[in-house]
């Protein structure tokens, strides 16, 4: 692996590119459940298979250990001017209770990340 091709961080270990854009897909696709969870679907089937009060519970769980992940990530994202909306999006998303409201956080999110992930792209 050469120079160009490892990401820079604070953890001052070695991750390459191609991994982080990795992470960046597995999140996306982790934020898109939060959706589905919301709605009370089974991520995979996607049939509702809870109630809303229960939908709700999962939701907010959920999404509170997401940004624990992602905060937890301070480090790799350091220079990431983005990482910042994305944290403050993901919290407000935490805190929403109504489908439109969630919906429209959720593909905010989604495209914070994709930004994120295309500013790596663009580092290959």
Known sequence: MGYDDEY???????????????YHN??????????????????ITKKINVSTEEALEQFQDYTNNLI????????????NKEFISLLANMVELH???THK?????????IDIVE???????DEL
């Not at 624990?68 to 220079?79: A, T």
């Not at 409201?101 to 999110?109: A, D, G, I, Q, R």
């Open 95 to 97: 805190r929403k209770e």
């Open 26 to 43: 597995r999140l996306i696709s982790s934020i898109f459940k939060a959706l589905t969870l919301f709605e009370g679907k089974d991520y």
């Open 101 to 109: 409201e969630v919906k429209s956080l959720v593909f905010t999110c």
């Open 8 to 22: 820079k961080n604070n953890y001052k270990v070695t991750i390459s590119k191609n991994v982080m854009i990795e």
């Open 68 to 79: 624990f992940e992602v905060s937890g990530c301070k480090h790799l994202f350091y220079q």
């Open 115 to 121: 930004r994120m992930k295309g500013g790596l792209k």
